[in-house]
C-alpha cells in the first residue's frame, strides 16, 4: 500500500512497509468495529415512547464483557505488533552488516555535506569528494554512514529507503543503508530545526555501477586539483 504512493528503494524498505501495513490493518479493524458497534448502540437504544430510561453500572457480567474481551482481544494484537516492531527495530539500528562503502552526513543550518570515498576508496585522504545537498551512491552497494550535527538537533530522512535518522550535536551516529532502485530521490530534515528548516532538502541519486565508477572518477580528479591549487595569496 505505501510502496504505490513511495517506492520502496532500499533493502530494508520492504520490512518497515510490512510493519505499518500490520498496524494499519489491526488498527483500521478495531477502528470500523468500534464505529459500527457505537451507531449500532445508539440505533438500537434510541429514545422511544413509553420506555423508560435505564441506568447502566457496568457491574454485571453481562456487561463488564462488552469491556474485557476486546480489551484482551487488542492486548493479543498489541503483542503481534509489539514482536514486529522489536525485529525491524533490531535489523535496521541494532545489527550493522558489513559495509562495501562509507559515506560522511554533516548536517547544519541548512544544508547537508556529504563526503564521498574517492577513486581510492578511502575515507579521509585527498580525493574525497565533497558535495552540498547532492548524496550519490550505487545501487545494491551496502554502505555504512556517519552521520553528525554541526549546531543543532537536524533528522536525515530518505523517504524511498524508509530511512529517518536524528543527528545530534556532540554524537556521531553510525547507521546503513543499502539502495536497490535507480534514480534521483529527495532527502529531507524531519527534525524542525530553525526557520530555514523547510528549506533543508536534498538530493540522493542512485546509480549503476557503470555511471557510478565514471562520476567517481571525474570528482576524484577535480578533488585532487582542487587540493593541488595553491591558496591566494600562497607561493
Same mark, same amino acid.
Given at each position: 500500500?505505501?510502496?504505490?504512493?513511495?517506492?520502496? +528503494?532500499?533493502?530494508?524498505?520492504?520490512?518497515?512497509?510490512?510493519?505499518?501495513?500490520?498496524?494499519?490493518?489491526?488498527?483500521?479493524?478495531?477502528?470500523?468495529?468500534?464505529?459500527?458497534?457505537?451507531?449500532?448502540?445508539?440505533?438500537?437504544?434510541?429514545?422511544?415512547?413509553?420506555?423508560?430510561? =435505564?441506568?447502566?453500572?457496568? *457491574? *454485571?457480567?453481562?456487561?463488564?464483557?462488552?469491556?474485557?474481551?476486546?480489551?484482551?482481544?487488542?492486548?493479543?494484537?498489541?503483542?503481534?505488533?509489539?514482536?514486529?516492531?522489536?525485529?525491524?527495530?533490531?535489523?535496521?539500528? =541494532?545489527?550493522?552488516?558489513?559495509? =562495501?562503502?562509507?559515506?560522511?552526513?554533516?548536517? =547544519?543550518?541548512?544544508?547537508?555535506?556529504?563526503?564521498?570515498?574517492?577513486?581510492?576508496?578511502?575515507?579521509?585522504?585527498?580525493?574525497?569528494?565533497?558535495?552540498?545537498?547532492?548524496? @550519490?551512491? $550505487?545501487?545494491? @552497494?551496502?554502505?555504512?554512514?556517519?552521520?553528525?550535527?554541526?549546531?543543532?538537533?537536524?533528522?536525515?530522512?530518505?523517504?524511498?529507503?524508509?530511512?529517518? $535518522?536524528?543527528?545530534?550535536? +556532540?554524537?556521531?551516529?553510525?547507521?546503513?543503508?543499502?539502495?536497490?532502485?535507480?534514480?534521483?530521490?529527495?532527502?529531507?530534515?524531519? *527534525? %524542525?530545526?530553525?526557520?530555514?528548516?523547510?528549506?533543508?532538502?536534498? @538530493?540522493?541519486?542512485?546509480?549503476?555501477?557503470?555511471?557510478?565508477?565514471?562520476?567517481?572518477?571525474?570528482?576524484?580528479?577535480?578533488? %585532487?586539483?582542487?587540493?593541488?591549487?595553491?591558496?591566494?595569496?600562497?607561493?
Amino acid at each position: 500500500m505505501i510502496e504505490s504512493l513511495v517506492p520502496a +528503494g532500499s533493502s530494508y524498505a520492504g520490512e518497515i512497509d510490512l510493519l505499518v501495513n500490520m498496524i494499519l490493518w489491526i488498527v483500521g479493524f478495531w477502528f470500523v468495529l468500534c464505529e459500527v458497534v457505537f451507531f449500532w448502540l445508539i440505533f438500537r437504544f434510541r429514545k422511544k415512547e413509553g420506555v423508560p430510561g =435505564q441506568y447502566i453500572s457496568g *457491574e *454485571e457480567k453481562s456487561q463488564k464483557r462488552w469491556i474485557t474481551i476486546p480489551h484482551v482481544l487488542v492486548l493479543v494484537c498489541d503483542i503481534f505488533i509489539l514482536v514486529g516492531a522489536i525485529w525491524v527495530w533490531y535489523d535496521i539500528k =541494532q545489527d550493522l552488516p558489513p559495509a =562495501q562503502a562509507e559515506v560522511r552526513i554533516i548536517s =547544519q543550518q541548512w544544508a547537508w555535506t556529504f563526503v564521498h570515498e574517492g577513486a581510492d576508496g578511502e575515507m579521509g585522504t585527498a580525493d574525497d569528494i565533497t558535495t552540498i545537498n547532492e548524496l @550519490t551512491v $550505487q545501487v545494491d @552497494t551496502l554502505y555504512h554512514y556517519k552521520l553528525e550535527s554541526l549546531d543543532v538537533i537536524h533528522d536525515f530522512s530518505v523517504p524511498v529507503w524508509r530511512l529517518k $535518522q536524528d543527528a545530534i550535536p +556532540g554524537r556521531l551516529i553510525t547507521g546503513w543503508f543499502e539502495p536497490t532502485l535507480t534514480g534521483s530521490f529527495d532527502i529531507q530534515c524531519a *527534525e %524542525l530545526c530553525g526557520v530555514g528548516h523547510a528549506l533543508m532538502g536534498g @538530493t540522493v541519486h542512485v546509480k549503476n555501477a557503470a555511471d557510478y565508477a565514471s562520476w567517481v572518477a571525474e570528482n576524484s580528479t577535480m578533488s %585532487l586539483a582542487s587540493a593541488a591549487t595553491p591558496h591566494a595569496g600562497g607561493e
